[in-house]
């Protein structure tokens, strides 16, 4: 059973600290690479994560996320990063495409969770 907590904040989605397997990359790494388990702090409208490359505000990102109902894939912008890429930096991310369905699938996970 995953841990989370949650968060109580003015946004559009509430936002849950959790473990996922998710995978990564930007239109430039030419590699998709594999899912791996990782915290995550996740939401509808985006996700925060700890990025092992260097990313860059602006960034396109392109994701998938694993759940039990399977993978929802996902596009999203990077919006914020803070840290040294060295030790790992906190990515924030905004979903800039996801399908209605795979959103409603990710939303559901969270109010299970």
Known sequence: MATYSV?????????????LPVAYWRETDHVQPKLDLMPVNISGSGM??????????GDTVSLRIGLPSGVVPAQAKVV???????????????FTAIGNHDQERLLEYMFAA
């Open 7 to 19: 968060d109580v904040e003015r946004r559009d989605y509430f936002r849950v600290d959790v473990a």
């Open 80 to 94: 914020r990063v803070q840290g040294q890429p060295e030790t790992g930096s906190s990515v924030s991310m905004q």
């Open 48 to 57: 925060r994560l700890v990025a092992e490359r260097p990313m860059a505000v």
